[in-house]
């Protein structure tokens, strides 16, 4: 008996013209204009932080300074500091106001203005002044006892005062000169701690 076979039946047309599409692939343009906006911000981004900071020239402290030295060449080394960072220079050629580490920047609130000279005939005397007071600045001593009332003698500081102690162990002692008729009575007032200090204004402002 023949073996007869049955094929499924072909839902297609067996016409040679028909084709049959397996699927459909849709492709779309690449986003080439976000892509490079995409780059380009990640590069500016990279050039701000990249790039160079203007910078200027500032003196900062060659060697530790203690509170009264003066400031000048021998003190100092100049390097380069971002130009917003830092407040103006300070003068060269002042005194330090406080101790000042080897490193630090030279700020203006660090820094008085130059120290004066002690005036011919003149003295200079080591008393406690307040820490206000800055070098050239002009004052008052007034002294009492040895049978005398007050006497008002002119003085000029010629080194303020270190910052305070934080644990109190140091007086403020700064360096004042008075002149020569008077250094005798002065420092005997002071010996005796009859010595009072009137400020007068700051010069330097």
Not at 39 to 59: G, N
Not at 112 to 136: F, H, K, M, Q, Y
Not at 160 to 184: K, M, N, R
Request: aromatic fraction near 8%; charged fraction near 15%.
């Amino acid at each position: 008996m023949p073996c007869i076979s049955r094929r499924a039946p072909n839902p297609l047309p067996d016409s040679p013209c028909s084709r049959y599409v397996h699927g459909v692939y849709w492709f779309t343009r690449p986003p080439y204009l976000r892509w490079a906006g995409a780059a380009l911000i990640i590069i500016v981004a990279a050039w701000i932080d990249l790039r160079p900071a203007d910078t200027i020239a500032y003196p900062f402290a060659a060697a530790d300074i203690a509170p009264g030295a003066s400031i000048d060449a021998e003190t100092i080394e100049w390097r380069q500091a971002p130009k917003d960072l830092l407040p103006s220079k300070p003068e060269i050629g002042g005194t330090a106001r406080y101790a000042i580490a080897a490193g630090e920047p030279l700020l203006p609130s660090l820094v008085s203005g130059a120290r004066p000279e002690i005036p011919d005939g003149w003295w200079a005397l080591s008393t406690e002044l307040p820490e206000s007071v800055v070098a050239g600045q002009s004052l008052r001593i007034v002294i009492t006892g040895f049978g005398v009332g007050p006497q008002a003698v002119p003085g000029i500081v010629i080194e303020p005062p270190p910052p305070a102690d934080p644990l109190g162990y140091e007086d403020p002692v700064g360096l004042v000169a008075i002149p020569g008729d008077f250094a005798t009575a002065v420092a005997a007032s002071a010996a005796e701690g009859n010595l009072s200090v009137l400020v007068g204004p700051d010069i330097s402002r």
